[in-house]
């Protein structure tokens, strides 16, 4: 089992919908939360960051964890095409072995047609 | 602020022979990571730095190595190249490399040939 996976995607929606992306982690002791959004021949942009169960809303972006779960979301409403990208589920565990290592999953390609 | 910064931004090497990357940290951070993208592997953690200190390294052999300078810009070396190397290096920094959040430089692609 990947430590951390995402849905395969392609996701295609169509501007103006809500994309949601989702993200399940294997070890329990995981303690941070990231999204990052990477366009084609670009490096990783940190969009959302989230620590504790429950809903963070950015603008358009909310992102959702349930730890009991292990699992994080990220809706993307009112989706428009320049959100068209990779979107990568990054995980930190707690401890001394996970200083500044962030564990990613594969990345889900969104693509939002007009 | 200034993001991180990464040079060069492109280079091209021959099999066996070494390379040495360079990323400066956003002013005030102290904390650098580094991680191979690759299309197959995805992104890879190699190791992370702290005051000039290495805290942590991934399952990377020891071709990789890195350094960190007094004022936190961090250097990352690959010896005896191999095709497989070719990669788009990424440094990443944060203020204290606990659960605070990473920003990353532009990268560095890396051609082996």
């Known amino acids: 089992q990947k430590e951390v996976e995402q849905n395969s995607g392609p996701l295609s929606v169509p501007e103006g919908a809500i994309a949601s992306l989702n993200c399940t982690y294997s070890?329990?002791?995981?303690?941070?939360f990231f999204w990052y959004r990477q366009y084609s021949g670009k490096s990783p942009e940190l969009i959302m960051s989230?620590?504790?169960?429950g809903d963070k809303e950015d603008g358009r972006f909310t992102a959702q964890l349930n730890k009991a779960s292990q699992y994080v979301s990220l809706l993307i409403r009112d989706s428009q095409p320049s959100d068209s990208a990779t979107y990568l589920c990054?995980?930190?565990?707690?401890?001394?072995?996970?200083?500044?290592?962030?564990?990613f999953g594969q990345g889900t390609i969104l693509t939002v047609h007009p | 602020k200034a993001g991180v910064t990464q040079t060069p931004r492109y280079l091209i090497k021959t099999r066996g022979q070494q390379v040495t990357l360079s990323c400066s940290p956003i002013?005030?951070?102290?904390?650098v990571s580094w991680y191979q993208q690759t299309p197959g592997q995805g992104l890879q953690f190699l190791f992370e730095?702290?005051?000039?200190?290495?805290?942590n390294k991934g399952n990377f052999p020891g071709r990789f190595s890195g350094r960190q300078f007094s004022n936190s810009r961090s250097e990352m070396n690959v010896s005896t190249l191999e095709l497989g190397d070719s990669a788009l290096y990424l440094c990443?920094?944060?203020?204290?490399?606990?659960?605070?959040?990473?920003?990353f430089g532009p990268g560095t692609r890396l051609t082996v040939t």
């Open positions: 730095y702290f005051s000039e200190t290495q805290r």
């Open positions: 002013s005030g951070h102290r904390s």
């Open positions: 990054a995980v930190k565990a707690s401890g001394g072995t996970s200083y500044g290592k962030l564990t």
């Open positions: 989230i620590y504790s169960n």
């Open positions: 990443a920094s944060s203020s204290r490399g606990g659960r605070d959040e990473q920003y």
């Open positions: 070890d329990r002791v995981s303690q941070s």
